[in-house]
C-alpha cells in the first residue's frame, strides 16, 4: 500500500481480554515503531524494530505488552489482560532506514484501544 | 533524559493572522529537531525538520530555526488559512542510535474564517 496501514482502527475491549494490533508498515522500510498516545498528550515511544530484531523495548509499560514482527515486515503489538489505563491510541510508524540523522518517519492513522 | 515542551493550546486565530507555536527542549549533544502535523482523521506527517544548528527548516509556509543557544524550535506562518487547522507537535531525536522521537504535548490551532 501507499502509506502504513493499521488495523483495526477502534478496538474496545473488557477489562482482562487480551487485544491484538496490527501494523502494516510501507514496504521495503526497515524501520518499525510503536508508540501510545494517551487523550490529550503527545506520542509516547514503546518499541523498535530493525527488519525482524526488536532492538529497543524500553517503553514498553509492562510484561502485558508484547510486540513482534517475525519477517520484517508485518508487525503485531498485543496487550495481554487489558487494564483500563491502557485506553489510548497506539501508532506504528515506519522509515526507510532507522538510523539516518533527521529522518522522515511514517505513521499510520492509529488503532484507538478503549478498556471498559 | 530528553525532553521538549511546546505552548497549551488551543490556539484560535482568524484567518491571514501570524502564527507562532513556542517550542523548546531538552538534550544531550545535538538532536534532530521537528515538527509533525496531524489533521483531523489523519495520521500524524512530517512539516518540517532541521538537523543543526541555526538550520532553518520550511514547507507549506511554514518556518522553523533551530536555536541552540536558546534550546528552541518555535514553528511561524505568516498568514494562516482555515485548512491549516490541526494539532502540531514538536519533537526531537538523539543524533546517535536510531530515530526514536520524543514529543511534545501538541498545540492546537484553530484558524476560522
Known amino acids: 500500500g501507499a502509506g502504513v496501514s493499521q488495523s483495526p482502527r477502534y478496538k474496545v475491549a473488557k477489562r482482562g481480554q487480551d487485544v491484538a494490533l496490527r501494523c502494516d508498515p510501507i514496504?521495503?522500510?526497515?524501520?518499525l515503531f510503536w508508540y501510545q498516545q494517551a487523550l490529550g498528550q503527545g506520542p509516547e515511544f514503546l518499541t523498535y524494530f530493525q527488519n525482524e530484531a526488536q532492538l529497543d523495548k524500553s517503553g514498553l509499560p509492562s510484561d502485558r505488552f508484547f510486540a513482534e514482527r517475525p519477517e520484517g515486515s508485518v508487525s503485531t503489538l498485543k496487550i495481554q489482560r487489558t487494564q483500563q489505563e491502557d485506553s489510548a491510541v497506539y501508532l506504528c510508524?515506519?522509515?526507510?532506514?532507522?538510523?539516518?540523522?533527521?529522518?522522515?518517519?511514517?505513521f499510520g492513522e492509529g488503532s484507538r484501544l478503549t478498556v471498559l | 533524559g530528553d525532553s521538549v515542551t511546546q505552548m497549551e493550546g488551543p490556539v484560535t486565530l482568524s484567518e491571514e493572522a501570524f502564527l507562532t507555536i513556542n517550542c523548546t527542549y531538552t538534550?544531550?549533544?545535538?538532536?534532530?529537531l521537528f515538527w509533525y502535523v496531524q489533521y483531523p482523521g489523519e495520521g500524524l506527517q512530517l512539516l518540517l525538520k532541521?538537523?543543526?544548528?541555526?538550520d532553518k527548516g520550511s514547507n507549506k509556509g511554514f518556518e522553523a530555526t533551530y536555536r541552540k543557544e536558546t534550546t528552541s524550535f518555535h514553528l511561524e506562518k505568516g498568514s494562516v488559512q482555515v485548512s491549516d487547522s490541526a494539532v502540531y507537535f514538536c519533537?526531537?531525536?538523539?543524533?546517535?542510535?536510531?530515530?526514536?522521537?520524543?514529543f511534545g504535548t501538541g498545540t492546537r490551532l484553530l484558524v476560522s474564517p
Open positions: 532541521a538537523t543543526k544548528a541555526d
Open positions: 514496504s521495503g522500510h526497515v524501520s
Open positions: 510508524a515506519s522509515s526507510l532506514e532507522g538510523t539516518v540523522r533527521g529522518g522522515e518517519l511514517f
Open positions: 519533537a526531537l531525536s538523539a543524533n546517535t542510535g536510531f530515530q526514536k522521537l520524543v
Open positions: 538534550a544531550t549533544g545535538y538532536p534532530s
